[in-house]
């Protein structure tokens, strides 16, 4: 076996299963591609891809299996490279890092500043997804570690550590009826327009989970990914919504008014995911450390909250 038809397994499949274009991204022939696909399905003893009148259409279940392997080796193998190359300067290289948006645009900030200052030859690259995504990018080595809330499916080799507690706010335009109540019910909430994000984010699946365990239906009027455009449409008075308290901000947000919701949605916790037992570089577990810090040996969560609701 070698890393090479690795390679050629893993590009076919993010150029959607055409040889054509895997050829040409490896800067080699079709032909090659396919006999060096051919020669890894022999050793193997089992084929990998699925074909259709001489095209490649998609992988098999063995394919499929194997797959999140090859791809954590091809990584592993880039980052023997950039350590050899970086040897003697272990301040300098890449940290990869999956997350949502939420937490690339409300939580990290800070801490992404805090590593920089330490590690200024350090590129962050950040990939946002799913939380099922960046359990899987870590799984393959396409990230280094994940920050999102852990899917309850987690894939063996991967371990999770917690780090922050998010909380939830209902947001509302100034002089809204429901900021006439102190602690609103979830069936008084449910009586107002409601903006979401979309069933496939788990802020969506939160929102969507509760109303359904109450047996409440929202006047869903808008979904949208981007919490800073759910809030825009909040202010133009399109309807309420619930959102991350940490997404909102007293200051540069003064045409929205917060709710405490507490008592109806109970805060979520994030965590770092990484893969077990895998040596990492200093920066990287620093980064860990930032993002989950100990206290005697024991890491601790973090109540994440921008606006006080205390009161």
């Known amino acids: 076996m070698k890393l090479q038809q690795l390679r050629y397994l893993c590009t076919i499949v993010d150029e959607n299963f055409s040889i054509t274009k895997a050829a040409s991204k490896l800067h080699t022939s079709q032909p090659g591609v396919s006999k060096q696909l051919k020669l890894l ?3 193997l003893r089992t084929q990998l891809l699925v074909r259709r009148r001489n095209r490649v259409i998609g992988l098999t279940d063995g394919a499929q299996t194997i797959l999140p392997t090859a791809r954590r080796i091809l990584k592993e193998v880039e980052t023997l490279k950039q350590i050899l190359a970086d040897a003697g300067d272990l301040s300098k290289g890449e940290l990869v890092i999956a997350t949502t948006h ?3 645009r409300y939580i990290l900030t800070s801490i992404f500043k805090q590593f920089r200052k330490k590690y200024p030859r350090v590129t962050i690259h950040l990939l946002q997804g799913s939380p099922h995504e960046i359990a899987y990018w870590v799984s393959t080595g396409e990230a280094d570690l994940g ?12 371990v999770s550590i917690p780090c922050f507690r998010v ?34 984010s788990r802020l969506g699946n939160l929102v969507a989970e509760r109303f359904a365990s109450y047996g409440l239906r929202p006047d869903i009027v808008m979904r949208a990914l ?8 909040v202010q133009l008075g399109f309807g309420i919504a619930v959102v991350p308290t940490v997404a ?5 947000d003064n ?13 979520t916790i994030a965590s770092i995911i990484v893969q077990n037992d895998i040596p990492v570089r200093k920066y990287v577990q620093d980064f860990i450390d930032m993002v ?16 006080n609701l205390s009161s």
């Open 41 to 43: 399905e022999d050793e």
């Open 102 to 104: 939420v937490h690339a």
């Open 147 to 158: 920050v999102g809330t852990t899917p309850i499916d987690l894939a063996p080799g991967l």
């Open 167 to 200: 909380h939830h706010c209902v947001i509302t335009p100034p002089e809204h009826p429901l900021l006439s109540q102190r602690r609103p019910s979830l069936e008084v909430i449910a009586q107002y327009p409601l903006i979401t994000t979309g069933p496939g």
């Open 226 to 233: 981007d919490i800073e455009i759910i809030k825009r449409y």
């Open 248 to 252: 909102v901000d007293s200051k540069s």
């Open 255 to 267: 045409g929205l008014r917060v709710l405490n919701v507490s008592h109806i949605f109970e805060p």
């Open 292 to 307: 989950a810090p100990r206290k005697n040996n024991t890491r601790r969560i973090r109540d994440i909250s921008r606006i």
